[in-house]
């Protein structure tokens, strides 16, 4: 499960999002977020800051039988997602 | 929906006539560079860093139009920040709406997102995933973050039904064909930034 993950938003079907990995060809967008879950439980999120920049942020990572818990640091939100499918290069979640 | 609160911001900039020494200029220059994608880090707006350096940002605004890193569309910057930074940086293929411009980002809007940031305007969902986020703009509804595409009417999050998330807002992340509008109170907003900390531009 570790490793580079990005929204690739183009593929989202109902509430299923989908994320690929980082070497995917994703074509140009106003913002893109990824998450890199490394294999000690942390993470580092990228996401669309106010001005559209990308901007990190850091939480641990667990997962939880089908939940994929990202605990953010300091007053991030953070987010619980469901896991509906894995493959190596692509990971569907649920809000 | 919302038709009461779509308005034009008659805010109109013009390509320079003069540039900064005071000789005639189309408002356009180019520079031939070694780096073959910026990053989001302002490395385009210095010659140092094999960009060009801006114009005075109190008499001008700076657009730099080059290769992004990352399939990043744009990124601006709000009033108040550094001078040697301020504008906004715009990728080439969704500059203007014509010559290599790439659908769905070949209308211009790109321009018009990043300025109005540059304006003072924040996102939609006032950048908090969670709907606690607030762009400080009252007759735009609280979403819980940014719609992409084109989406489908209502984007309901955040209890704001029956109309949903304003994802046709200029300060959404939409495809460009899919944005349409500011609100009153978005274009008091800019004014005010026009008013205030831009005020060297207003009537130039």
Wanted: charged share 25%; net charge negative; with cysteine.
């Amino acid at each position: 499960m570790h490793g580079h993950w990005v929204h690739s938003h183009e593929e989202d079907t109902g509430d299923a999002i989908v994320l690929r990995r980082a070497t995917h060809p994703f074509p140009p967008s106003r913002g893109r977020t990824s998450f890199e879950l490394h294999p000690d439980g942390s993470y580092v999120e990228m996401s669309p800051g106010p001005v559209d920049a990308p901007e990190a942020s850091t939480g641990s990572w667990s997962l939880e039988g089908d939940r994929l818990v990202m605990g953010a640091d300091g007053d991030g939100s953070g987010h619980v997602w469901n896991v509906v499918d894995i493959a190596d290069d692509r990971l569907v979640v649920r809000d | 929906m919302w038709k009461g609160l779509l308005i034009d911001a008659k805010i109109d900039f013009a390509l320079a006539t003069k540039d900064p020494s005071g000789k005639p200029t189309t408002g356009i220059t180019r520079t031939e560079t070694k780096v073959t994608a910026f990053g989001p880090d302002d490395e385009v707006k210095s010659e140092r860093t094999g960009g060009v350096d801006p114009w005075p940002t109190d008499r001008y605004l700076n657009m730099w139009v080059c290769q992004l890193t990352g399939g990043l569309l744009g990124y601006a910057q709000f009033p108040g920040g550094p001078a040697a930074t301020d504008g906004v940086v715009i990728l080439y293929t969704a500059f203007g709406t014509r010559g290599v411009t790439q659908a769905p980002f070949n209308k211009g809007r790109t321009a018009t997102h990043e300025v109005g940031h540059y304006l003072g305007l924040r996102h939609i969902w006032g950048d908090r995933n969670d709907c606690s986020g607030d762009d400080f703009v009252s007759d735009t509804p609280k979403a819980k973050g940014a719609n992409m595409g084109k989406p489908k009417f209502p984007s309901i999050t955040c209890k704001n039904g029956p109309s949903g998330d304003m994802f046709m807002n200029y300060m959404d992340y939409v495809d460009d064909d899919a944005m349409v509008m500011f609100t009153e109170g978005q274009v008091a907003r800019m004014n005010a930034t026009l008013a205030g900390p831009r005020k060297t531009l207003a009537g130039l």
